[in-house]
């Protein structure tokens, strides 16, 4: 089966620029997650969908960051404005119910 | 929030030896996964335990789980260079699923 895609794979944006990033899960995952990975850190949950609706987002930066579910497949995350601490690897998560997660190669954001 | 944490944050060991990390976290969980990412690149899945289970196999992979301790160990056996990377445990907890990653092991296999 196909994996999950992300794009950009890299993006280099100046602070207070606006950022937004795709994934695409496997199909028939209900379950899609976003998490930021800061350099040396374990992924942060930012924000979790089950179908197109919201379970948890707890840990998203909800006055910068947004983040839709279109038709409960795609999805996109948004960051607007962007900070110099929002530079990290974004990666896109899916599963089935109680199962494991499949990650995506995430993308590597950079704010100079 | 982490709701794991790694121990210890980094090994060194010689290709060959086996290599023990372990995790500790907070609640109870439905249960506990560990991950594997290279540099660079993203994570991938190695093993799943649910809170029944008390200890699984997977190839050079063994994982244990001690709910009574909120810990988790991974050993991997007949270390190889390729197994250089930061390895993750993750626990999903509560009744929707959310996965909580923790701060990670950077295990690497000298040649």
């Known amino acids: 089966e196909a994996g999950v895609a992300q794009s950009p794979r890299y993006k280099i944006i100046e602070k207070r620029q606006s950022v937004a990033f795709w994934c695409n899960p496997i199909s028939g995952h209900a379950t899609l997650y976003w998490y930021q990975q800061i350099l040396g850190q374990g992924p942060k949950l930012l924000i979790q969908?089950?179908?197109?609706?919201?379970?948890?987002d707890s840990q998203l930066p909800k006055d910068r960051f947004s983040a839709e579910r279109l038709k409960g497949v795609d999805s996109t995350l948004k960051i607007q404005p962007a900070k110099l601490e929002d530079s990290a690897v974004y990666l896109c998560?899916?599963?089935?119910?109680?199962?494991?997660?499949?990650f995506g190669q995430g993308t590597r954001l950079t704010v100079v | 929030s982490q709701q794991g944490e790694e121990d210890p944050q980094a090994l060194s060991i010689q290709e060959g030896e086996n290599a023990t990390m372990n995790c500790s976290y907070k609640t109870s969980i439905n249960n506990l996964q560990w991950y594997r990412q290279n540099s660079g690149r993203g994570l991938v899945h190695l093993i799943l335990i649910r809170s029944n289970e008390r200890e699984k196999h997977s190839g050079r992979l063994r994982v244990t789980l001690d709910t009574s301790k909120k810990s988790s160990s991974l050993l991997i056996t007949a270390s190889r260079a390729a197994d250089t990377a930061s390895y993750f445990c993750?626990?999903?907890?509560?009744?929707?699923?959310?996965?909580?990653f923790g701060t990670g092991t950077r295990l690497t296999i000298i040649p």
């Open positions: 969908f089950q179908n197109n609706g919201v379970v948890d």
């Open positions: 998560a899916c599963s089935l119910v109680g199962t494991e997660a499949f």
């Open positions: 993750a626990t999903d907890a509560g009744g929707n699923e959310k996965l909580t």
